[in-house]
């Protein structure tokens, strides 16, 4: 069985190398320094020339950076197609933005309702009132509740509720 030329043995160790480098797993300068030291003690730098061994070396990292490059290529894009996808997700699950994705008509614009809400005077016109029934003058209370027309309603049922008791 015949050993792998060193040449091989360098090419193989170089584009390791160069992975690991573009992983973030090895200094550049060490693995470069490393691979050159392989090289001179094998004799490729005699036998085939620095510029040679350079271009071997050289050709590992240019591949790694491609292929790592690549990879962050593809990794990006799945996320982006990720983000994508969720957006069309949600968009598609609210009967209010799903037409962007089916095709069918913008649906109208629903109107805003507005609930009635039950009328309730300002606390300080349910204590003015009670002061003017304690006053005991039913002309006097007679004429504020006709200065109040929007609140004697209710002034009245609370009145009616605080002392239907007492009757």
């Known amino acids: 069985m015949n050993a792998p030329a060193p040449i091989k043995i360098l090419t193989a160790c170089a584009e390791k190398y160069a992975l690991c480098c573009a992983l973030g797993e090895m200094e550049i300068q060490w693995s ?5 030291n392989y090289a001179e003690q094998r004799g490729l730098v005699v036998e085939l020339g620095q ?4 271009d071997v070396i050289a050709a590992a ?3 790694a950076r491609a292929f790592s490059a690549a990879d962050e290529a593809a990794t990006e894009d799945a996320s982006s197609d ?4 969720l957006v069309r997700d949600w968009e ?8 962007r994705w089916t095709g069918a008509p913008r649906p109208p614009a629903a109107p805003e309702t507005k609930q009635a809400g039950v009328y309730k005077p300002a606390a300080s016109t ?3 009132f009670f002061y003017v ?12 509740l006709a200065s109040h027309p929007t609140d004697a309603p209710h002034l009245i049922r609370l009145y009616e509720a605080k ?3 007492v009757a």
């Open 32 to 36: 470069v320094d490393m691979l050159q």
């Open 51 to 54: 510029d040679k061994v350079q």
């Open 61 to 63: 990292f240019i591949w």
């Open 82 to 85: 990720y983000a994508a996808r």
């Open 92 to 99: 598609m699950a609210d009967s209010r933005d799903a037409w």
């Open 126 to 128: 349910v204590e003015a």
């Open 133 to 144: 029934v304690r006053l005991g003058d039913p002309a006097y209370l007679a004429a504020w």
């Open 163 to 165: 002392y239907a008791d």
